[in-house]
């Protein structure tokens, strides 16, 4: 226990985007296969998206070469129409929980820039070298963006910062 000597060592974030663009440990298995890690704006496109098929499914973004950056945000992008391709995420920074990022019913969905558009997590700011992405159970049943199983929701952009 802390009496009056503790100290907590927060990292302090630049506020610019980390430039985590590397697909890592993708197990995400819908019907596109992109690189959400390196896009911040938002753009529907196949070299952009990851569909998730099922629960628990995941991608990591992480720097080549691999550092790690002080960060305290995550945010994503996805579809513009707020129940289609719509998803709950769990939100690991190394290996730790942050939070969840919830695209549900968000007006307009998540298009725009993943730092502004309100589709994000905030947390107590922390040194990453790996942001991780897991679909967990949202309960909201679509399966209109693939047309494949649940969670069927997509990430076309993921910024940390």
Not at 54 to 61: L, N, W
């Amino acid at each position: 226990e802390c009496a009056n000597d503790c100290t907590v060592n927060l990292c302090t974030p630049t506020g610019q985007r980390a430039p985590m663009n590397t697909l890592f440990n993708d197990s995400a298995s819908g019907c596109w296969n992109g690189n959400p890690c390196t896009y911040d704006a938002w753009q529907w496109a196949s070299g952009h998206g990851q569909n998730f098929q099922a629960f628990s499914q995941a991608i990591s973004c992480r720097s080549n070469p691999q550092q790690s950056y002080c960060v305290q945000h995550v945010g994503v992008t996805t579809y513009s129409n707020n129940t289609v391709c719509q998803g709950l995420w769990e939100v690991l920074c190394d290996g730790f929980s942050v939070g969840m990022i919830d695209t549900n019913n968000k007006p307009g969905g998540c298009t725009g820039s993943a730092m502004t558009n309100g589709c994000r997590v905030d947390f107590l700011p922390r040194e990453c070298a790996e942001i991780k992405l897991v679909a967990v159970s949202d309960g909201n049943n679509t399966g209109s963006c693939c047309g494949g199983s649940q969670p069927d929701s997509m990430l076309t952009g993921v910024s940390a910062w």
